[in-house]
């Protein structure tokens, strides 16, 4: 199975900061990457799939890029309703694993 | 609306077995791949199973392997998880997912809100 490794594993930031996440595939998956954002008892939702293709809907202060093994999830300008739980998931071969999920929080 | 609606879960002693379903509307059922993904409390997601539109290929995560099998009624646009054998590790909130496929990316485009399975004696 192909391990995915997220770093780092929280972060705190404040309103306005650059946030960069990143992920780490075990083995080269070319561009099968996705992100997805998840609050507090809520379901995930999906931000960037295709390591840099913004779901519709997303704010466009969300970009991911990336191939082979090494990808990033980049905020822009954080804004309130960003802080919460991030995972990157590859789709290259199943299972589909996630990274451990990376939380963010306020400053 | 996109609209993933999972019924079944809840409180089941170790070795029990459980039945999870997941209504699904707002889109063509029967031509989307579907997926089961949990999330022990606390923990990370993790990827379960899926199930190709026409139920011929199905795929497992190795710790549920011979124990849980996906289906699917694409008449009834509903999505399956026979949970066996079950262990106090597969404790979780179980949520099902559409696969959306764009060109050779796939990826999990919309989520129901999850059914919390609890094995515990």
């Known amino acids: 199975d192909i391990q995915m490794t997220q770093s780092p594993s929280s972060l705190s930031a404040s309103v306005g900061d650059r946030v960069t996440i990143t992920c780490r595939a075990s083995?080269?998956?070319?561009?099968?990457l996705n992100w997805y954002q998840q609050k507090p008892g809520k379901a995930p939702k999906l931000l960037i799939y295709?390591?840099?293709s913004l779901q519709s809907g997303v704010p466009s202060r969300f970009s991911g890029s990336g191939s082979g093994t090494d990808f990033t999830l980049t905020i822009s300008s954080l804004q309130p309703e960003d802080f919460a739980t991030y995972y990157c998931?590859?789709?290259?071969?199943?299972?589909?694993?996630f990274g451990q999920g990376t939380k963010l929080e306020i400053k | 609306e996109v609209q993933l609606v999972e019924s079944g879960g809840g409180l089941v002693q170790p070795g029990g077995s459980l039945r999870l379903s997941c209504a699904a509307s707002?889109?063509?059922?029967?031509?989307?791949?579907m997926t089961w993904v949990r999330q022990a409390p606390g923990k990370g997601l993790e990827w379960v199973a899926n199930?190709?539109?026409?139920?011929?290929?199905?795929y497992y995560v190795d710790s549920v392997k011979g124990r849980f099998t996906i289906s699917r009624d694409n008449g009834k646009n509903s999505l399956f998880l026979q949970m066996n054998s079950l262990r106090a590790e597969d404790t979780a909130v179980y949520y099902c997912?559409?696969?959306?496929?764009?060109?050779?990316?796939?990826?999990?485009?919309?989520w129901g809100q999850g059914t919390l399975v609890t094995v515990s004696s």
């Open positions: 998931q590859q789709s290259y071969s199943s299972p589909q694993t």
């Open positions: 083995q080269s998956i070319s561009s099968y």
């Open positions: 707002g889109f063509t059922f029967s031509s989307n791949l």
């Open positions: 199930i190709k539109q026409d139920g011929s290929e199905k």
């Open positions: 997912a559409r696969e959306y496929i764009w060109g050779s990316y796939r990826f999990l485009s919309s």
């Open positions: 295709a390591a840099s």
